[in-house]
């Protein structure tokens, strides 16, 4: 019988986290995040909704307490409102929350929170419509613009927006981009691009705009205040005085988190990825299809798994790409 109720890795990492990617697919082609071409899974390789479900349950009978739904675009798979149904009702998880291009909210914000999810990520880089049109490939502002009010007509507690900044693509919209998050009284979190897979669209190294050069062009704006508020992940949290906004950085090249790493990754084919920067995984839907009524050897894997955890990721932007996935296969 599987006794552990708690995850922990070979360098005392404990990992209460985990994230799930529903699809690898999305509506939106983020020149950062994969390659115009890109060939998505075949939906028949994918998890269902339900072995889905089965594998977050094992994660919070295993000590985990907090799932992040993400993708692709999670809010593009078919029928996805019954994951967050299904899971907000487990007992012993504390937080479940989305990460989603925000496209899809006007129709699904009301239903997620229902379900119970009280904080979502929305992603947009940029406020300028043809702008966001470039770096998304395809995308329309209107809609994600339309997803942000509908998150807060629909009343989460928290809602934190996240941007990908490349020098010379959008880095010179920081200031417009906390402006606006202030006016809508949301968080904010800058996050600097990371080299999964190969995207043929820009020199990520010569893209990089550090979290520092961010943080120095919002000072000379803004009184930014340091705090040790903690979302229990990799985000720097600052404060602009007198607003309730928070500003975040995650800064795998500046800042290196790994030390604090406390989660893994699901991929949308089952596979358990043990760290973002590494191929390190255990294949979680071969476990669950030959066990297809007892959940004890899907925990046992998930424990075990563990064990291959890296110490963390190497990410060199100078260097190709050692890691081909990429981050709409990964979870991000
Ligand atoms: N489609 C949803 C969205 O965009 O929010 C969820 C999935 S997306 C992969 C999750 C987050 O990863 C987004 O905030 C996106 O900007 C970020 N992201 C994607 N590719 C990245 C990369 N190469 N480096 C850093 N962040 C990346
Ligand atoms: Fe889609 Fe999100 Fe990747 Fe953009 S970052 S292409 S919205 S999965």
Known sequence: MTQQTSLMDRFGRHVDYVRISVTDRCDLRCIYCMSEDIRFVPRSQLLTLEEIVRIGRAFVALGVTKIRITGGEPLTRKNVVKVFDQLGRVSGLKELTLTTNGTQLPRYAGALRDAGVKRINISIDSLQPDRFHAITRNGDIDKTLAGIDAAIAAGFERIKLNAVILKNRNHDEVLDLVGFAIEKRLDISFIEEMPLGIIGDHDRAEAYYSSDRILSDLREHYEIVPTTETTGGPSRYFRIAGQPTRVGFISPHSHNFCDLCNRVRLTAEGRLLLCLG???????????????????????????????????????????????????????
């Open 278 to 332: 590494q191929e390190h995984s255990v294949d979680l839907r071969r476990v669950v299809r030959a066990n297809p009524t007892d959940d004890r050897p899907l925990r046992d894997a998930i424990v075990a798994a563990m064990q291959l955890k890296p110490k963390g990721h190497d990410f060199n932007l100078e260097a190709q790409p050692v890691i081909f996935r990429h981050m709409n296969t990964t979870g991000g």
